[in-house]
T-cell receptor
Framework: DAKTTQPPSMDCAEGRAANLPCNHS???????VYWYRQIHSQGPQYIIHGLKNNETNEMASLIITEDRKSSTLILPHATLRDTAVYYCIVRVAGGSQGNLIFGKGTKLSVKP | DAGVIQSPRHEVTEMGQEVTLRCKPI?????LFWYRQTMMRGLELLIY????????DSGMPEDRFSAKMPNASFSTLKIQPSEPRDSAVYFC???????????FGEGSRLTVL
């Protein structure tokens, strides 16, 4: 079973921020939080990852709570092309990577 | 830069036939993953390799499935004999062992009649 819990679906208006939550209450100290997304009929695409500090890149921001039991992926200005299934995954980075488990993810629908 | 390249993109075959899916990882990457995706089961990790060595094949459904990585630039996933329940999209992904960020190919859509 996946180690994360995400809402099955969310809607967001185009141009607004999309905030996608993820619960990972059993995360271990050496596990990172990774986010991927899968646009219809394509392979999953890496978005961002973090350990305990907030992270930002050109695609998104990742906010991790201080206790690391939950996180939020933020797409600051959602576009129609951001419509996809978003997966939150916890795993060890590098070395013996173990089983990368994809859950069911959150289906984000960005509407005009 | 070329991403992960998979072939064929689409394959339709009859039950009992052998199927071979191919993957060329990103040059320089030293980890390679095979996933399968269906509506019912989502994305499942079948097997992964580090430095061409299979590390974990516990996700391989049964003996009909086999995967090889003869060198750093090529891997195959073979199904023999194929069955209708093997119909799925098969994804290959590669990464640097040190970073863990996976890059996925566009997938091979397999239909077994």
């Amino acid at each position: 079973d996946a180690k994360t819990t995400q809402p099955p679906s969310m809607d967001c208006a185009e141009g607004r921020a999309a905030n996608l939550p993820c619960n990972h209450s059993t995360i271990s100290g050496n596990e990172y939080v990774y986010w991927y997304r899968q646009i219809h009929s394509q392979g999953p695409q890496y978005i961002i990852h973090g350990l305990k500090n907030n992270e930002t890149n050109e695609m998104a921001s990742l906010i991790i709570t201080e206790d690391r039991k939950s996180s939020t992926l933020i797409l600051p200005h959602a576009t129609l092309r951001d419509t996809a299934v978003y997966y939150c995954i916890v795993r060890v980075a590098g070395g013996s990577q173990g089983n990368l488990i994809f859950g069911k993810g959150t289906k984000l629908s960005v509407k005009p | 830069d070329a991403g992960v390249i998979q072939s064929p993109r689409h394959e339709v075959t009859e039950m009992g036939q052998e199927v071979t899916l191919r993957c060329k990882p990103i040059s320089g990457h030293n980890s390679l993953f095979w996933y399968r995706q269906t509506m019912m089961r989502g994305l499942e990790l079948l097997i992964y390799f580090n430095n061409n060595v299979p590390i974990d094949d516990s996700g391989m459904p049964e003996d009909r499935f086999s995967a090889k990585m003869p060198n750093a630039s090529f891997s195959t996933l073979k199904i023999q004999p194929s069955e209708p329940r093997d119909s799925a999209v098969y994804f290959c992904a590669s990464s640097l062992l040190e970073t863990g960020e996976l890059f996925f190919g566009e997938g091979s859509r397999l239909t077994v009649l």
